[in-house]
């Protein structure tokens, strides 16, 4: 199993431009989850699904859009990426509310110039 | 607003001592208390986690002590190694917020040989 996957590991972006993010899950699981890591800020909760075709915001969702159309993938999405969006994102999944253990993918570490 | 506290941000700990991390959170809904561990260039990983029906887990090296009525939880790294040398993320959660974890700020330790 690859366990959680990230699609890229880096970009960079400018100012503006759009971009998507993509995380892959092999493990069925059914919750999935969006943050982004920020020094000194631990980690904030973006966006996150509790089933395929659901979707909810988190703590941070401005800037943010995110999609669910199948069960093992989570995109997210900047429409307009702004330099406050430069960050290092986490995908994370668990099998469902009555197991919380959460799994992490490598991240991407996204840029805005 | 911050829901979890964490201290130190950073700690510098001999080989074989004891390294502690402290935790606060405000929230007495969260039923979940779990200790992340993440490497440089890595995503987070699951090293210990309680819930708040028991005042301490232990799991090798590693224990969490959990003080319901101070609303505190903290660990502790027996007979530190280099190799334990890494960012360490306290977080909480409530399975009917959908498990969402609510991420401390983050220690940085470094064990020295």
């Known amino acids: 199993n690859a366990g959680v996957t990230q699609?890229?590991?880096?970009?960079?972006?400018?100012?503006?431009?759009?971009?998507?993010?993509?995380?892959?899950?092999?493990?069925?699981?059914?919750?999935?989850?969006?943050?982004?890591?920020?020094?000194?800020?631990?980690?904030?909760?973006?966006?996150?699904?509790?089933?395929?075709?659901?979707?909810?915001?988190?703590?941070?969702?401005?800037?943010?859009?995110?999609?669910r159309l199948k069960k093992q993938n989570f995109?997210?999405?900047?429409?307009?990426?702004?330099?406050?969006?430069?960050?290092?994102?986490?995908?994370?999944?668990?099998?469902?509310?009555?197991?919380d253990t959460q799994y992490f993918g490598p991240g991407t570490r996204l840029t805005v110039l | 607003q911050?829901?979890?506290?964490?201290?130190?941000?950073?700690l510098i700990v001999q080989k074989g001592g004891i390294s502690i991390i402290n935790c606060a959170y405000e929230n007495t809904a969260f039923d979940y208390f779990p200790w992340y561990?993440?490497?440089?260039?890595?995503?987070?990983?699951?090293?210990?986690?309680?819930?708040?029906?028991?005042?301490?887990?232990?799991?090798?090296?590693?224990?969490?002590?959990?003080n319901k009525s101070a609303k505190q939880f903290s660990l502790h790294i027996m007979d530190s190694q280099p190799g334990d040398s890494a960012t360490y993320f306290c977080a909480a959660s409530k399975k009917e917020y959908g498990n969402k974890l609510v991420f401390g700020a983050g220690t940085i330790l470094r064990v020295k040989s």
């Not at chain 1, 493990?27 to 979707?55: A, C, F, K």
């Not at chain 2, 911050?2 to 950073?10: A, I, L």
């Not at chain 2, 699951?46 to 590693?62: C, M, N, Q, T, W």
Request: with cysteine.
């Open chain 1, 7 to 67: 699609t890229p590991k880096f970009r960079v972006l400018k100012t503006g431009q759009s971009m998507t993010l993509l995380c892959a899950q092999d493990m069925n699981h059914e919750y999935m989850y969006w943050y982004r890591q920020d020094p000194g800020m631990g980690l904030r909760l973006i966006h996150y699904s509790v089933g395929e075709g659901t979707t909810a915001k988190g703590e941070v969702p401005d800037g943010y859009n995110v999609s």
């Open chain 1, 75 to 99: 995109l997210l999405g900047l429409e307009s990426a702004a330099p406050s969006q430069t960050s290092v994102y986490f995908c994370a999944s668990s099998y469902s509310v009555l197991i």
């Open chain 2, 2 to 10: 911050q829901q979890v506290k964490q201290s130190p941000q950073s």
């Open chain 2, 37 to 66: 561990q993440q490497f440089p260039g890595k995503g987070p990983a699951l090293l210990i986690a309680i819930r708040p029906d028991v005042s301490e887990k232990k799991e090798g090296r590693f224990t969490i002590s959990f």
